[in-house]
């Protein structure tokens, strides 16, 4: 399949608010079930094992007038709470058979309790994660916490969850997350062949699709892309960051593009990329899980850091591993764990001597000529005083 084919097919996915490649898939099969969840981390290895759908619910982006979800939420908090309730309450995924909502943000939090309260007959569960990273305190609570999810899939689906069936689940994620890390240095290495536009979407598929039918797919498009005669552009390599709940429009990343940056890495869509080494595939499936959580996870806004002296050293990581010359900071207007956590990270580039620029966005922003005119002004600084 050619570059145009795959990104096309994923565009389609992406427009598609009424969820219909996961009515599909749920026709294709007697008794399949769906469950949704917010973007962020859940263990959808558990959901997998299951033999149910994981499905990203990532709002309705600029697709999507919000008009019943504004009398569920006030106005000065982010919007991808009000346009979930929005696709909820219009039916858009009543395909679905439950809702995740991870510890993102109060927000969130508050979300699950209005689902609870919308839809009774639906699983719907805030799925919290340990702020202590000790292995016998955060990490027992969060086995208990995968333990009860767990439970709760296994009764949904009327046989219980074996660690058999874990740890096959285990291993076929893993497998996803060393292609995605394997897209990603691709796309770092040389960005003008993997345009970070394409790599969103085919992020965004791997939202709706069986882990199954993503891995082959990202395979395919590294292959295309390669293949691909592109030409290579004077641009600035930066990091972007504070994308990590409510995802940016499809237009703000090709402004990006546009204004000369080379995006080279992000942190949309962090549940694909969350760990960052495999989780072991024998043993305790839960255990595993909670081990790489404590130590060989992403560390992000709504993931405490023990050790304050540690703040920001994974963007600056980023930043020297992928040969960046800037980050930028883009977070939805609102958000209180992005906007909470700039300054310091901004105090640990300008430690570094690392530039960078900042500005706040919505899922449903349409006024990208500032954003563009900003991000090329400080690649254009970038090119003429770094």
């Not at 799925?127 to 027992?140: A, H, K, R």
């Not at 703000?252 to 080279?264: D, H, Q, R, T």
Request: proline letters at 6%.
């Amino acid at each position: 399949m050619s570059v145009a084919a795959i990104v096309e097919r994923c565009q389609a996915l992406y427009e598609d608010l009424h969820f219909n490649a996961v009515r599909d898939w749920k026709a294709a099969g007697e008794g399949r079930k769906a469950i949704g969840f917010m973007p962020f981390y859940v263990p959808r290895e558990i959901i997998h094992a299951a033999g149910m759908l994981p499905v990203g619910i990532l709002g309705g982006g600029d697709q999507l007038e919000v008009i019943h979800g504004d009398a569920y939420y006030q106005s000065y908090i982010c919007r991808i709470p009000r346009s979930t309730i929005e696709l909820a309450v219009t039916g858009r995924i009543d395909c679905l058979d439950g809702m995740l909502f991870p510890s993102i943000c109060d927000v969130i939090r508050n979300l699950s309790g209005m689902w609870q309260l919308k839809f009774p007959d639906k699983y719907v569960r805030y799925f919290d994660v340990p702020q202590n990273f000790e292995g016998g305190i955060g990490g027992s609570y969060y086995v208990h916490e995968m333990a009860t999810l767990r439970e709760d899939l296994g009764r949904l689906r009327g046989s219980p969850i074996t660690d058999a069936e874990l740890l096959a689940s285990i291993t076929v994620y893993n497998e996803h997350r060393r292609v995605l890390a394997e897209l990603y240095a691709k796309r770092a290495a040389q960005p003008w062949q993997m345009p970070t536009s394409e790599i969103y979407l085919l992020l965004r598929a791997g939202m709706l699709l069986p882990v199954e039918e993503h891995i082959p797919l990202v395979r395919e498009y590294i292959a295309a892309a390669e293949a691909e005669d592109r030409p290579q552009r004077d641009n600035c390599r930066v990091v972007v960051t504070g994308m990590f709940c409510e995802q940016p429009p499809l237009g703000l990343i090709k402004s990006i593009e546009m204004a000369g940056c080379y995006v080279v890495d992000d942190d949309w869509m962090l549940v694909h990329r969350w760990f960052t080494d495999d989780v072991a595939e024998t043993g305790d499936p839960l255990l595993n899980l909670s081990e790489a959580y404590l130590g060989h996870s992403m560390e992000m806004p709504s993931k405490y850091v023990p050790c304050k002296a540690d703040k920001g050293r994974f963007l600056i990581e980023s930043v020297r591993n992928n040969g960046a010359e800037g980050v930028i900071f883009a977070a939805p207007s609102f958000c209180d764990p992005a906007l909470l956590d700039r300054p310091m990270l901004q105090k640990a580039l300008n430690r570094e001597g690392i530039p960078y620029t900042a500005f706040k966005y919505a899922e449903n922003s349409g006024q990208m000529a500032p954003i563009r005119e900003q991000a090329g002004t400080f690649a254009d600084s970038i090119k003429l005083w770094s």
